[in-house]
């Protein structure tokens, strides 16, 4: 709502804000210590209210706690009640339109943001942890909070600011990317000693042309990215022109796990045809082998992780295929063992490091955009 005012001798009306005009950037520090200059001040017993338009919706199940940061980080609040579907949320009227909000948690192993009860960003880990998402409010509320990453530890949120992106709630155009540990976020963002080529793969995708949400984690099979909610978020979201790369297997073929390959392909066949039934493009990629699959100075790791199904399921349900496995492998053998070895985690042959998941990165989008797929790579 605008205002018109006379400005005195010049003849001039100019629309300014009105007093009660509704905010749409913010920035909160929460927490009971001093308030860092230029945020909101927000402690575990203030509630939402319609008059101050943020709040917490049942501050009962919060508490103010200490944190290691320094500013806006060096007191946060804690979740005591959580997931996915719980009401103990952080509430923000916000006018209809997309927005950018940008996360940084207090002293927590691991833990997981979610907004209109889906998952926004998987399994931050580390004191101070920072990432951000986009999301489309058309409500005229946002309702986050911090939720279980790692069972028995602190859920805690330090500080978070809300950037309005545009009034049309709509995402642009988005590669989602389910997969494990070679594939999840590490954090710090930029400069993590391990790495996982879904948190590498915007480096080598135009960023006019594509936004990409990394919703992969640690220890994955494709039962639980179906059932556990991550699937579940990006079906809320994923539209036409969008793609949806998948990379399964690994985990699945641990016994543990107790998933067989003929219940992995029809697992990761109804994710993909879900997916398919958006109007968005799904994509089966296929994980990279160990840093020694070695024989004779070839790299060769083709029967490795389920692969054979995962190709198989590619053709049967007529939808691109990013081999991964062997595209990799044709790598490695060009730089040869020990050069693929400093790829990896010191003493890990199956984990890439920043520089190796970079690297698996590069491939996954020089494959995308050799089948049409991407525009603008890098």
Not at 81 to 98: R, Y
Not at 302 to 321: C, F, G, I, K, M
């Amino acid at each position: 709502m605008t205002a018109a005012v006379l400005l005195a001798g010049a003849g001039l009306t100019v629309a300014v804000p009105a007093a009660n005009a509704e905010p749409s950037n913010y920035r909160f520090d929460y927490g009971n210590g001093p308030v860092e200059k230029g945020y909101s001040g927000v402690s575990a017993t203030d509630a939402y209210s319609a008059d101050k338009r943020y709040g917490f919706n049942t501050p009962g199940h919060m508490a103010d706690v200490p944190a290691k940061g320094t500013g806006a980080g060096s007191d946060a609040v804690r979740f005591l009640e959580f997931g996915t579907k719980s009401t103990n949320t952080f509430n923000v009227d916000l006018k209809e339109g997309l927005y950018k909000i940008t996360v940084t948690l207090g002293d927590t192993s691991r833990a997981s943001i979610a907004a209109e009860g889906v998952f926004q960003v998987m399994n931050m880990t580390g004191n101070g942890a920072t990432d951000s998402f986009e999301i489309p409010v058309t409500d005229g509320q946002l309702n986050l909070l911090v939720t279980e990453g790692k069972a028995g530890t602190a859920f805690t949120l330090s500080s978070m600011e809300i950037e309005k992106v545009s009034r049309q709630p709509e995402m642009d155009r988005t590669i989602w990317v389910g997969g494990d540990s070679t594939v999840a976020n590490y954090y710090p963002l930029a400069s993590s000693v391990q790495g996982g080529w879904g948190q590498l793969l915007p480096q080598f995708v135009d960023p006019e042309a594509f936004d990409v949400r990394n919703m992969a984690t640690g220890g994955q099979i494709a039962r639980g990215f179906r059932n556990d909610g991550q699937l579940e978020a990006i079906l809320q979201y994923i539209k036409p022109g969008d793609l949806f790369l998948l990379e399964m297997g690994i985990n699945d073929t641990a016994a543990k796990n107790a998933t067989t390959e003929a219940e992995f392909k029809e697992i990761m066949r109804d994710m993909v045809r879900q997916v398919a039934a958006t109007g968005a493009t799904p994509v089966l990629v296929t994980p990279q082998g160990r840093a020694t699959d070695f024989a004779d100075g070839v790299h060769s790791s083709v029967d490795r992780w389920y692969r054979h199904s995962t190709v198989a399921l590619a053709q049967e349900e007529n939808v691109p295929l990013v081999d991964l496995n062997v595209l990799s492998s044709t790598y490695f053998t060009e730089i040869g063992p020990a050069a693929t070895l400093a790829l990896f985690m010191t003493g890990d042959t199956l984990h890439p490091n920043r520089n190796g998941a970079a690297e698996l990165a590069r491939i996954v989008a020089d494959d995308l955009a050799r089948q049409g797929l991407l525009r603008g790579s890098v």
